[in-house]
Each structure stands twice: as structure tokens, then as C-alpha cells.
């Protein structure tokens, strides 16, 4: 079965930096849209940024844009998420999730992914 690990959390003063990690199983990278999550106390889920090796394309929220930056790597079946210049709104727990079509767009809803991994906590202190 599909498999989603995600690390890197942590931590971290604002106007600091934080890479996170989002280990995959098989070729989930490659194949389908991995998109980053976020969700803290008493709010809803919220799309962060997304990427699509197959359509070599990324799309990124609104509040995260010049800041943070999603890539990933083939060879490891890792999708990355580089968070620069953090804000204390930006303490959440991360989630990585797998797209429900291979092939598909790095959509930021989450009615297009079909796989979750368990998170990883980032805490930005003022």
C-alpha cells in the first residue's frame, strides 16, 4: 500500500528556515501530484503548495509565495518543502499527500489527493 512519511519539523525563531521531507512508496513521485498540507489548532485543513514531476509544474498558496519553495527528487522518491523568512502563522502541523490520478495536476484541493501521511510539527516562535 502507498506510504507517506514526512520529517524536518521542528523548532524554529521567525525570519528562520526549515527544509521538510515527504519519503514516498513506489514511484508516487514521479507518477502522481504530491501536495503539502497544513493544519493548525482549531482551523482546517489548508493547501500550502503542490508539484507534478510528469507535468513539470507547482503551484503554491497565496500566503506561502516568495517564501517557500516545493521540489523533489526521483532518484529517493522525496518531495521537499523549503520554508524560508517564517511566521509565527506559520506553525501548523505539515502534511504530504499522494494525488488520486497519475498524471495529474498539482491541484490545491484536497478532494485530489487520495493518500496522507501522519504530519510533522512546525512551531515558528515570535
Known amino acids: 500500500q502507498v506510504q507517506l512519511v514526512e520529517s524536518g519539523g521542528g523548532l524554529v525563531q521567525a525570519g528562520g528556515s526549515l527544509r521538510l521531507s515527504c519519503a514516498a512508496s513506489?514511484?508516487?513521485?514521479?507518477?502522481?501530484?504530491v501536495g503539502w498540507f497544513r493544519q493548525a489548532p482549531g482551523k482546517e485543513r489548508e493547501f500550502v503548495a503542490a508539484?507534478?514531476?510528469?507535468?513539470?509544474?507547482?503551484t503554491y498558496a497565496d500566503s506561502v509565495k516568495g517564501r517557500f519553495t516545493i521540489s523533489g527528487d526521483n532518484a529517493k522518491n522525496t518531495v521537499y518543502l523549503q520554508m524560508n523568512s517564517l511566521k509565527p502563522e506559520d506553525t501548523a502541523v505539515y502534511y504530504c499527500?499522494?494525488?488520486?490520478?497519475?498524471?495529474?495536476?498539482?491541484?490545491?484541493?484536497?478532494?485530489?489527493?487520495?493518500?496522507w501521511g501522519q504530519g510533522t510539527q512546525v512551531t515558528v516562535s515570535s
Open positions: 508539484i507534478s514531476w510528469s507535468r513539470g509544474s507547482t
Open positions: 499527500a499522494q494525488g488520486t490520478t497519475s498524471g495529474g495536476n498539482p491541484t490545491d484541493s484536497k478532494k485530489g489527493y487520495a493518500y
Open positions: 513506489g514511484r508516487t513521485f514521479s507518477i502522481y501530484a
